[in-house]
């Protein structure tokens, strides 16, 4: 199982940013995706999931009407778009498969900061 993450970045107060789950050695299509994040000093938390069909998602109350999962099984990637970021969005963003254990990438940071 490979799961790479992209996309990250240092942007301004409000701006957006798109984040990229590259996903390889496991049936993409048949498996529930999530992102998780973690802030300095701070515990991972979960921040969306989508279903395998991506007909079925959820948000962490702090992302939500905020940021959108969505998924591409064609490609075999999962997307993160974030939009009105905030500095409290600062974090290192992980893709997440958990396939009997729990699948990580390797994590891309994401500094909401004027």
């Known amino acids: 199982v490979q799961l790479v993450e992209s996309g990250g970045g240092l942007v301004q107060p409000g701006g957006s940013l798109t984040l990229s789950c590259a996903a390889s050695g496991f049936t993409f299509s048949r498996q529930l995706m999530r992102w998780y994040r973690q802030a300095p000093g701070k515990e991972r938390e979960l921040v969306a999931g989508?279903?395998?069909?991506?007909?079925?998602?959820n948000y962490a109350d702090s992302v939500k009407g905020r940021f959108t999962i969505s998924r591409d099984n064609a490609k075999n990637t999962v997307y993160l778009q974030m939009n009105s970021l905030k500095p409290e969005d600062t974090a290192v963003y992980y893709c997440?498969?958990?396939?009997?254990?729990?699948?990580w990438g390797q994590g891309t940071q994401v500094t909401v900061s004027s």
């Open positions: 989508i279903n395998s069909a991506g007909v079925d998602t």
């Open positions: 997440n498969a958990n396939i009997l254990i729990n699948f």
